[in-house]
Nanobody, 126 residues
Framework: QVQLVESGGGLVQPGGSLNLSCAASGSIFSINFMGWYRQAPQGPGKERELVALITSDGSADYGDSVKGRFTISRDNVKNTVYLQMNSLKPEDTAVYLC?????????????????WGQGTQVTVSS
C-alpha cells in the first residue's frame, strides 16, 4: 500500500505565500510523476483543476492560472513533492490534493497506480 500525506495549508492574505508538501510512503518501487490538483468550493463548473505536475527527472507542467506564481519541486530521496505558492489570490482558495503515479510492490510483483492524498485546505482572504 501507498500513502500520501499533505501538509502546509492554511489561511493567508491576498499577495501572501504558502508552501505545501506531500510525502509518499509504503511499498514504493518508483514514483513516476507527482503533483497537485485543486478542488474549489462547490459551484457550477467547479471541476478538479490541474495545478502542477513534476516528473522524476524534474520536468514540470503548470496550469495556466498559476504559471509564474507557483513553483513545484521534488525530493526523490524523500519521495516528497513541494509546491511554493506566491502572490496568492482569493481565487486560489481550494482544497489542494496531492497525486502520485507510483509503481509499488505487491509481494514479488510490481504494479502501477495513481494515488491521492486527503487534501489540504488553502484559503486566501483578507
Amino acid at each position: 500500500q501507498v500513502q500520501l500525506v499533505e501538509s502546509g495549508g492554511g489561511l493567508v492574505q491576498p499577495g501572501g505565500s504558502l508552501n505545501l508538501s506531500c510525502a509518499a510512503s509504503g511499498s514504493i518501487f518508483s514514483i513516476n510523476f507527482m503533483g497537485w490538483y485543486r478542488q474549489a468550493p462547490q459551484g457550477p463548473g467547479k471541476e478538479r483543476e490541474l495545478v502542477a505536475l513534476i516528473t522524476s527527472d524534474g520536468s514540470a507542467d503548470y496550469g495556466d492560472s498559476v504559471k509564474g506564481r507557483f513553483t513545484i519541486s521534488r525530493d526523490n530521496v524523500k519521495n516528497t513533492v513541494y509546491l511554493q505558492m506566491n502572490s496568492l489570490k482569493p481565487e486560489d482558495t481550494a482544497v489542494y490534493l496531492c497525486i502520485a503515479d507510483v509503481t509499488a510492490w505487491a509481494g514479488t510483483s510490481k504494479f502501477e497506480n495513481d494515488y491521492w492524498g486527503q487534501g489540504t485546505q488553502v484559503t486566501v482572504s483578507s
